[in-house]
């Protein structure tokens, strides 16, 4: 039985901000991987992991000023597409909470490369997403002659 890492009534906010601020980041410039390994080793992920209200409700913005801590300027407009990297800090958040894994572990078995390449799945239902993303954990704890998950 999976442990939700907190109460679902936050996860829409938590899934837009984490989408927005990943569309948000890579529309200035900054390289979605060098991005998505600094959130996952930040106090945000961790936060938001442990379901931290202070970080289920405040704003992609503030997740990215915290991330950065004004090494880099982040400019406060919002102009959002809805494209794949929304998409995949969407569905991660989605996934990060059904699961109660870290964003880390997640990321260890289901890189980042891989979400987006399964933006095809954009239109589908999430729980297809999540099943995918479960068989990616199943798969590769077989690999390490593991079997449970």
């Not at 990060?96 to 095809?120: A, C, M, S």
């Not at 954009?122 to 479960?134: G, N, S, V």
Request: proline letters at 3%; glycine letters at 4%; charged letters at 20%.
């Amino acid at each position: 039985m999976e442990i939700q890492a907190y109460n679902p009534i936050y996860l829409p906010d938590v899934a837009e901000n984490l989408g927005e601020m990943f569309e948000h980041i890579t529309s200035v410039g900054v390289d979605y991987n060098n991005f998505w390994n600094t959130f996952i080793n930040s106090d945000v992920a961790k936060q938001i992991e442990k379901g931290n209200p202070k970080y289920l409700s405040c704003s992609s913005l503030d997740y990215l000023i915290e991330i950065y801590k004004n090494k880099i300027e982040i400019p406060r407009e919002l102009n959002l597409t809805f494209n794949k990297y929304y998409w995949a800090g969407w569905a991660l958040a989605q996934l990060q909470q059904k699961t109660g894994y870290t964003f880390y572990r997640i990321n260890k078995f289901l890189p980042i490369d891989e979400v987006l390449r399964l933006h095809i799945l954009h239109e589908a239902d999430i729980t297809k997403f999540i099943d995918i993303a479960r068989g990616y954990f199943k798969n590769a704890r077989k690999s390490m002659g593991l079997s449970q998950i």
